[in-house]
């Protein structure tokens, strides 16, 4: 049996299609008019839907949806973007937000333009957007707040130059 090499599978992507300089692709499904940035790595089993924005740098972990699959018009497309140097969790949803650079969401984490996103670092609750070098998990049980089961928790902040985050528990 034949492998395919790397140029026989890029030119399986569909067109509209841009893929920046040394990305790693892992049996995934790009939709038409993604963006993916140089020397981010794509998991398997990861769905980068339809013109999704993917920055430079990111880590998708297997099994993330980012975006839809679904094929919609252009005008229906709900950003969805994802900013440099983010790492993404296994089994992880995204769609109709926009997540800023550095930014890091736990595995299994469900987040879309109607989620409320608790900051546990400054008591705020928002929804559309991750800032930058956020840590975010599921929802979790604050027994001072009263956020529905649908929410994330940005529990503290990345910070680059130690490669360690701030927790603010």
Not at 96 to 109: K, Y
Not at 124 to 139: D, E, K, L, Q, S
């Amino acid at each position: 049996e034949e492998s395919l090499s790397e140029d026989d599978y890029y030119q399986n992507l569909p067109h509209g299609v841009f893929i920046g300089e040394n990305v790693t692709l892992l049996s995934s499904y790009i939709g038409i008019g993604a963006h993916i940035g140089d020397g981010t790595s794509v998991g398997p089993d990861v769905v980068v839907g339809y013109g999704v924005q993917i920055g430079s740098g990111v880590k998708l972990f297997a099994g993330a949806k980012i975006g839809s699959e679904k094929k919609i018009s252009l005008e229906h497309i709900i950003l969805t973007a994802i900013g440099n140097d983010c790492e993404i969790g296994a089994n992880t949803a995204i769609s109709g937000i926009i997540v800023e650079d550095g930014a890091m969401i736990a595995r299994g984490v469900i987040i879309d333009s109607e989620t409320e996103i608790y900051d546990h670092t400054t008591g705020t609750t928002t929804r559309g957007r991750i800032p930058a070098n956020a840590v975010v998990m599921a929802g979790l049980p604050f027994p001072d707040t009263d956020k529905s089961d649908n929410s994330v928790t940005i529990i503290g902040r990345r910070k680059f130059d130690t490669k360690k985050w701030d927790s603010h528990f």
